[in-house]
């Protein structure tokens, strides 16, 4: 696995491609520490194996909204391309693909049978998520921890928002 890959040599991103070998990316940390920018638009072509991180929280907080949205951004910035990548691809990536590179993609990152339930639930009558016409672009472009309802690891409820006006339908 390579983590960040800001800068490679040429042929390294296809012979990294070639072999299935697993990157993380972490954009926003890239950002902040001026180390370069790993080359989404190469690798999303060349349809790497790729997963989204935080890097830590010395440098960004834990919000993969926000690494998702600076993903999906950077890629389409890269590439001059709109459509270079789907929100619901970034979507896969920030979770099937974290599953991937933690070697745990056959037990979480999808909700299949016979994987963990482990899984967020959205408020989607929040301003950033209501009347959006695709719900994939809306989560990986304006919705934020805040909007967090409902989070289920491994089966177990570990946290559920406080009633607000708005999401009653959900805990009645």
Not at 28 to 34: G, H, K, M, Q, Y
Not at 109 to 125: C, D, H, P, Q, Y
Request: aromatic residues 6%.
């Amino acid at each position: 696995m390579f983590i960040h890959l800001t800068n490679p040599f040429p042929g390294d991103l296809e012979a990294i491609a070639e072999q299935k070998i697993q990157v993380v990316c972490c954009a926003r940390t890239n950002c902040i520490l001026a180390d370069g920018l790993p080359p989404l638009d190469k690798m999303i072509e060349l349809k790497m194996q790729l997963a989204l991180g935080t890097d830590n929280l010395m440098f960004s907080s834990p919000d993969m909204f926000r690494e998702m949205d600076w993903f999906s951004r950077l890629a389409r910035g890269q590439s001059g391309q709109a459509d270079i990548i789907s929100s619901k691809e970034v979507l896969s990536i920030a979770t099937l693909g974290g599953a991937r590179a933690l070697g745990l993609d056959d037990q979480l990152g999808s909700l299949e049978a016979g994987k963990a339930a482990s899984f967020i639930v959205l408020n989607t009558r929040s301003l950033p998520l209501r009347n959006c016409r695709n719900l994939y672009s809306a989560v990986v472009h304006r919705a934020s921890p805040a909007d967090i309802l409902l989070v289920v690891s491994s089966g177990r409820e570990v946290f559920q928002a406080q009633r607000q006006p708005g999401n009653q339908d959900f805990f009645s």
